[in-house]
């Protein structure tokens, strides 16, 4: 069974550019997570979609936003980039039948 | 609101045990959890625990939770040097919520 999937593995975008990230999750799972590790701040949850629907939003910008798609996929947009934007961007997903939460390998983003 | 704590780093020598902990702040904490990130890799989840468990055991993974005091342990043992690695503490208040991560522990293996 494929895990969460995450594309592109690498994204190198200039500031002001918008940046568009891709994630599946695990066959079955209809909860959809986004986190973001900068270096050295740990990881800051961003977003989470569950059937569609925004259900929580951590302390971010409006620029970054997203949304579900039917299939339970998910896109992470990054508008009006900045350096600071600079980060491992994780997708993670989960079902109210399985314990715990999985994560993809993640996209690097740099903005240079 | 949530806050998870952990130390930053960890130095053991190969063939010793690893004790990694985390405090967490969130009474309403229903799941905890510990995760693996190796370099340049998203985080794998290697183990978790009920908040109405004090111990859970798995290969040479053991999870101690004092749910009292807010704390949470990993003990490695037999501690390889494929264990280097970030290890993040995690708790959810429940299996379907948001998970709020601690700043992760980066153990060190010496061969």
């Known amino acids: 069974e494929a895990g969460v999937t995450q594309s592109p593995t690498h994204l190198i975008k200039t500031r002001g550019q918008q940046a568009t990230l891709r994630c599946s999750p695990i066959?079955?799972?209809?909860?959809v997570y986004w986190y973001q590790q900068a270096l050295g701040l740990g990881l800051q949850f961003l977003l989470w979609?569950?059937?569609?629907?925004?259900?929580n939003r951590g302390n971010f910008p409006p620029r970054f936003s997203g949304r579900q798609f039917p299939n339970y996929s998910s896109e992470l947009n990054v508008n009006a980039l900045e350096l600071e934007d600079s980060a491992l961007y994780l997708c993670?997903?989960?079902?109210?039948?399985?314990?715990?939460?999985?994560f993809g390998q993640g996209t690097r983003l740099t903005v240079v | 609101g949530e806050d998870v704590e952990q130390s930053l780093f960890l130095s053991v020598r190969e063939g010793d045990s690893s004790v990694i902990n985390c405090t967490y702040t969130?009474?309403?904490?229903?799941?905890l959890y510990w995760y693996k990130q190796e370099p340049g890799a998203g985080l794998q989840l290697l183990t978790y625990?009920?908040?109405?468990?004090d111990m859970k055991q798995d290969q040479r993974l053991t999870v101690l939770l004092n749910k009292k005091d807010k704390h949470l342990s990993l003990r490695i043992a037999d501690t390889q040097t494929g264990d280097s690695a970030i290890y993040f503490c995690?708790?959810?208040?429940?299996?379907?919520?948001?998970?709020?991560f601690g700043i992760g522990t980066k153990l060190q293996v010496i061969p």
């Open positions: 993670a997903s989960s079902s109210y039948r399985d314990t715990g939460t999985f």
């Open positions: 066959s079955g799972h209809t909860s």
């Open positions: 625990i009920f908040s109405n468990m």
């Open positions: 995690a708790e959810s208040s429940g299996g379907y919520q948001k998970v709020t």
């Open positions: 969130d009474s309403s904490s229903t799941y």
């Open positions: 979609y569950d059937e569609g629907e925004e259900r």
